[in-house]
Nanobody, 122 residues
Framework: QVQLVESGGGLVQAGGSLRLSCAAS????????MAWYRQAPGKQRELVAS???????NYADSGKGRFTISRDNAKNTVYLQMNSLKAEDTAVYYC????????????????WGQGTQVTVSS
């Protein structure tokens, strides 16, 4: 049902910026959380930032002060603005949607995008 499509990744120099986008399509409950995760080769996937449908945000320490997560609820799209990029930010960035079941309170579903590569050269 739900599909997530990420875009905006690429190769940038250290100190540069990128803006990632993730558009969700399908029937999505109005109460949901969208988040960005990343995974470098040989490492575990880790949370970068999340944002609820109400606008509450949460950031991992790695991106605090440099990354900004935002969303457009009408478009079910989440963005990640990444500034002052460092070599250690190099990873595949994944978008995740967690939505509430429209009928069953306490039930939720997770959906993942396929990821977009971010490479930061030093």
């Amino acid at each position: 049902q739900v599909q997530l499509v990420e875009s905006g990744g690429g190769l940038v120099q250290a100190g540069g910026s990128l803006r990632l986008s993730c558009a969700a399509s399908g029937i999505i409950d109005s109460i949901n959380t969208m988040a960005w995760y990343r995974q470098a080769p040989g490492k575990q996937r880790e949370l970068v930032a999340s944002i609820t449908s109400g606008g509450s945000t949460n950031y991992a320490d790695s991106g605090k002060g440099r990354f900004t997560i935002s969303r457009d609820n009408a478009k079910n799209t989440v963005y990640l603005q990444m500034n002052s990029l460092k070599a250690e930010d190099t990873a595949v960035y994944y978008c995740k949607l967690r939505e509430k079941d429209s009928l069953l309170l306490g039930t939720w579903y997770d959906y993942w995008g396929q990821g977009t590569q971010v490479t930061v050269s030093s």
